[in-house]
């Protein structure tokens, strides 16, 4: 069993930063994905980016050039840094991790940007 927690969310001006934490504990492999997704209301869930214990990333285009990923193998936790934050960046900020093609989630951080 995987227990993925969160920290790091809350609410900032457009244009500021926050930085996402989450641990992971439990049953884990050496080889797995971690990253993060988000929801905000009335959409789907989607990714904002993931990184392989090896070091490759995943970015979605909205997060391209203004967030930044990374991640401790060494303490099972992976880093989501946000910078020149927008309003509709404003979401619910869930943890994956993904070990073969099982998911684990976090139980989400809210993350809102005011105008």
Known sequence: QVKL?????????????????????????????????????????????????????IY????????????DNAKNTVYLQMNSLKPEDTAVYYCNLRVFSLDSWGQGTQVTVSS
């Not at 049953?27 to 971690?34: E, H, K, L, Q």
């Not at 979605?60 to 991640?71: E, G, N, Q």
Request: glycine residues 16%.
């Open 5 to 57: 927690v969160e920290s790091g969310g809350g609410l900032v001006q457009a244009g500021g930063s926050l930085r996402l934490s989450c641990e992971a504990s439990g049953s884990i492999t050496s080889i797995n994905r971690m990253g993060w997704y988000r929801q905000a209301p009335g959409k789907q869930r989607e990714l904002v980016a993931s990184m392989h214990s090896g070091g490759s990333t």
């Open 60 to 71: 979605a285009d909205s997060a391209k050039d203004r967030f930044t990923i990374s991640r």
